[in-house]
């Protein structure tokens, strides 16, 4: 199975199994929804029923913005005029790349979120192996067997990504890239030599979660205890077949790059109240739900292409376990 190949079967995973995806949604708005409804009463708040409050809902009044951010603390600090439609995702991006902090809260429920998506990991990657129905006792059983291991898991990448955010990417940035730009006068080639520096970044990173990936799909699929033998098993992999593993990476980067630059043309600007504003909704909310479904297709992907190489589709080492029978049903057969 080539890179196109998996990438099929794992969309076609993906559809067999639309619950997940409804879940993940769910739970995505559930996360972000106390953090929307706390914001809005910290504007309702400010606003009252001042001619301020009509120009806001009329549009951006990015005076009034400034004013509200000045005397807001917390949460209130987020709002700004890059918070709205596309604007978002350059933001969360730059600050990703910069390595900016955010309002404990925030950070608070992105570390819960996260929590919630580790636990599911393990259910979710055993459901898409399995490729057949499991049950909710089937899989929940599979995210209480795997989370803690993936807790072991997420530490040491926790410790990675702590080096590349706070070695290589200070070193390439404060170290490298001022030594090349030291006697340059084009403003043109010290933009390409930062921006080398922030691809030679990606890579990295990008190899890192890519091992990381298929730590998690070896470990579910082959019932692995040993998160370090889960790393290792995965290097050995990726090495053994280059060519695909990295090539379905870059397809399945691809589809999410599509994805965003998809809703950064396509997102609604901010308007007034109504009808223009649902749409802005709706339509953020059809970037979320595409985006956790690329995400879902990178796992479901990885994970046919590893049984394609090293096992067959829908085998998984840990038995699935079943529904324990009623005490009468056991007792009949424990007679017969």
């Known amino acids: ?14 559809t067999r199994a639309p619950l997940i995806l409804a879940g993940v949604w769910t739970l995505t708005f559930l996360v972000t929804l106390p953090l929307a409804l706390g914001l809005r009463g910290m504007i309702a708040d400010h606003l009252g029923s001042s001619l301020s409050a009509d120009q806001a809902a009329a549009g951006v009044n990015l005076e ?40 404990v809260v925030i950070v608070g429920a992105a570390v819960a979120y996260m929590m919630f998506w580790l636990f599911l990991a393990g259910g979710i990657i055993d459901r898409y192996a399995r490729d057949r129905a499991t049950g909710a006792h089937g899989f929940f059983s599979a995210c209480g067997v795997f989370f803690f291991r993936f807790l072991r898991l997420s530490a040491l990448q926790w410790l990675v990504y702590m080096f590349l ?35 030679v970044f990606g890579v990295v990173f990008a190899a890192c979660n890519l091992i990381f990936d298929y730590a998690k799909v070896r470990a579910v699929v082959e019932d692995r205890q040993s998160m370090l033998g889960a790393i290792a ?36 600007g901010v308007g007034g109240a109504g009808i223009s504003m649902w749409m802005a909704f709706f339509a953020g909310q059809l970037y979320v739900a595409a985006r956790l479904w690329v995400k879902l297709v990178f796992w479901a992907s990885e994970t046919a292409l590893f049984q394609s190489r090293l096992a ?13 029978d009623s005490p009468t049903a056991e007792a009949i057969r424990t007679l017969g």
């Open 1 to 14: 199975m080539n890179a196109l190949s998996a990438l099929g079967e794992g969309i076609a995973r993906v």
């Open 312 to 324: 067959h589709a829908g085998y998984v080492a840990r038995p699935l376990p079943a529904w324990p």
């Open 165 to 199: 955010f706070r070695r290589l990417l200070e070193w390439l940035l404060d170290g490298l890239y001022p030594r090349m730009i030291h006697d340059v006068s084009v403003e043109r080639t010290a933009f390409f030599a930062r921006a080398t520096m922030y691809l």
């Open 233 to 268: 098993a995965a290097v050995g992999f990726i090495r053994r077949n280059y060519a695909s593993a990295v090539g379905l990476f870059v397809v399945d980067s691809l589809a999410f790059a599509a994805v965003v630059a998809v809703y950064i043309l396509a997102a609604p």
């Open 64 to 103: 009034w913005m400034q004013e509200f951010r000045e005397q807001a603390s917390g949460l209130g600090v987020t709002l700004r005029p890059t918070v709205v439609g596309a604007g978002a995702v350059l933001d969360n991006f730059s600050a990703f790349l910069d390595n900016t902090s955010r309002p």
